[in-house]
T-cell receptor
Framework: QKEVEQNSGPLSVPEGAIASLNCTYS??????FFWYRQYSGKSPELIMF????GDKEDGRFTAQLNKASQYVSLLIRDSQPSDSATYLC????????????FGRGTSLIVHP | DAGVIQSPRHEVTEMGQEVTLRCKPI?????LFWYRQTMMRGLELLIY????????DSGMPEDRFSAKMPNASFSTLKIQPSEPRDSAVYFC????????????????FGQGTRLTVV
């Protein structure tokens, strides 16, 4: 069973702070890693993807991947109340099926 | 493009009734996923189609669930008979398998169908 684990939270941070969201995965052969944001009552939408070790930055968002330790993280700088949502980590594993497996998500609350 | 379209948005039905959920993927996408989301289990893959062919249905909970994709622009997920434990949000997602290299397979989600079985 290929597992993707996330702390359910909620993670509460003050406006302007850095929010750090973490995800671990069990399949060492995993290839691609995605962060989706899901607002309450809405569908998931892609924020970032990463497939190489290291950091990938896009605006206020930075994805970090460490394949040796099997974790991927998402940093949100200058957090805003509008960032309050559930963040889902998704992993495409080895085996050729290319089906994204999702974690249960971490709830983020950014308070003014 | 209007994105992935699901219907109905909400469905309330009585236990034992048949429920049919519908999905229209994004035009040109060749892969379609049905997911179920609950607080307890998160987002679970039910079934995956590629070029209208079911590739992996290992996530379908039991024989009460069935899914079809008769053509590239339409898919259904049917539950017969429905049970209260089937209550969840059901998402359909589509993607192009192989776009920008297979490593970057972004799934585009519909707005979901919230199913309540009473």
């Amino acid at each position: 069973q290929k597992e993707v684990e996330q702390n359910s939270g909620p993670l509460s941070v003050p406006e302007g702070a850095i929010a750090s969201l973490n995800c671990t995965y069990s399949d060492r052969g995993s290839q691609s890693f995605f962060w989706y944001r899901q607002y309450s009552g809405k569908s998931p939408e892609l924020i970032m993807f990463i497939y190489s070790n290291g950091d990938k930055e896009d605006g206020r968002f930075t994805a970090q991947l460490n394949k040796a330790s099997q974790y991927v993280s998402l940093l949100i700088r200058d957090s805003q109340p509008s960032d309050s949502a559930t963040y889902l980590c998704a992993v495409i594993s080895s085996g050729g099926s290319y089906i994204p497996t999702f974690g249960r998500g971490t709830s983020l609350i950014v308070h003014p | 493009d209007a994105g992935v379209i699901q219907s109905p948005r909400h469905e309330v039905t009585e236990m034992g009734q048949e429920v049919t959920l519908r999905c229209k993927p994004i035009s040109g996408h060749n892969s379609l996923f049905w997911y179920r989301q609950t607080m307890m289990r998160g987002l679970e893959l039910l079934i995956y189609f590629n070029n209208n062919v079911p590739i992996d249905d290992s996530g379908m909970p039991e024989d009460r669930f069935s899914a079809k994709m008769p053509n590239a622009s339409f898919s259904t997920l049917k539950i017969q008979p429905s049970e209260p434990r089937d209550s969840a949000v059901y998402f359909c997602a589509s993607t192009i398998w192989g776009s920008r290299g297979r490593l970057n397979t972004e799934a585009f989600f519909g707005q979901g169908t919230r199913l309540t079985v009473v």
